[in-house]
């Protein structure tokens, strides 16, 4: 036997193989958990349908608020809102001082612009789980949207107190101070951000804007440079700095930084116009 007929042999062995693992049915789980876990898997490789029908099997088999909400988070996945809300509140019954289903249902809510009664729901949550540092700042969010800044602000000063060295809500809560007019506020929370979070230029290009609009424009400039840095194919930063260059009186430096950008994108653009406008006094 020629060697070439070897391979071509040993290889269809092993492509039967594999075709026999294919057709060879799932073995059927007893319990909740293990549907659960095979629901997992289905959702991990993106096989929603069997995932919905081993959540289901699983909330038939033990009737609790936990497999409930596992089953309202993949109708919500796959956009069957009202089967998702039917589900959460079927947990909320089961179990009321669980806070998961309270929040996947606020979740539900802002999707569609509910936000009054996102921020119940977000309430609920909280108070189930008062040092949540995420429901908190998901909160923030639903009362900004309303127009609460005050309140929204307070549950971010919440969540750096829970969370003192995550640079995210750090973060966050600058923007809210920015956002809210108290850019005095803003600044050093922003810079703090930048320090526990020092690879992420897009905080640090916030830091530049902000410095802008309060006139830092030294400051600014060694802020983008850095953003630059770090993100060199993000064409809108070099836009930013040659307009600092500019108004600094630096226009050949600005008119050099230009060219150099590339072209922008629409996202690009986008984002310059929402920075054009924060520099000018408006929000983000």
Known sequence: MR????????MGAKRREVDQEELT???EPKTADGNKRLADSHISKGYLHQAITRYKKAARIENDAFHRTDLGDAYA???????AVDQYKRAVKKDPNRPEPHFSLAEIYTRYGKWHAAIQEYERAIKLDPRN??????LSGAL????????????????VLICPDDGFYRFELAAAYAD??????ALPEMARAVEMTPGDDYYVVRLAILCAR?????????????????????????????????????EEEAF????????????????????RKFVEGGRW
């Open 25 to 27: 049915p799932e073995r």
């Open 77 to 83: 996945y796959a956009e069957l809102s009202v089967k």
């Open 180 to 185: 809210s007019g108290h850019i005095d506020e």
């Open 3 to 10: 060697l070439e007929d070897f391979f071509q042999l040993d």
């Open 214 to 250: 309060v006139g830092l424009l030294e400051e600014a400039v060694i802020a983008l440079k850095r953003a630059i840095q770090l993100n060199p194919e993000r064409p809108a930063y070099k836009y930013l700095l040659g307009a600092v260059y500019y108004n600094l009186g630096r």
């Open 256 to 275: 050099s930084i230009c060219q150099d950008a590339g072209d922008l994108h629409p996202y690009d653009l986008e984002f310059l116009e929402r920075a």
């Open 133 to 138: 540092a995420f429901y908190r700042y998901k």
């Open 144 to 159: 900004m949207k309303t127009g609460q800044y005050k309140e929204a602000i307070g549950q971010l000063e919440e969540a």
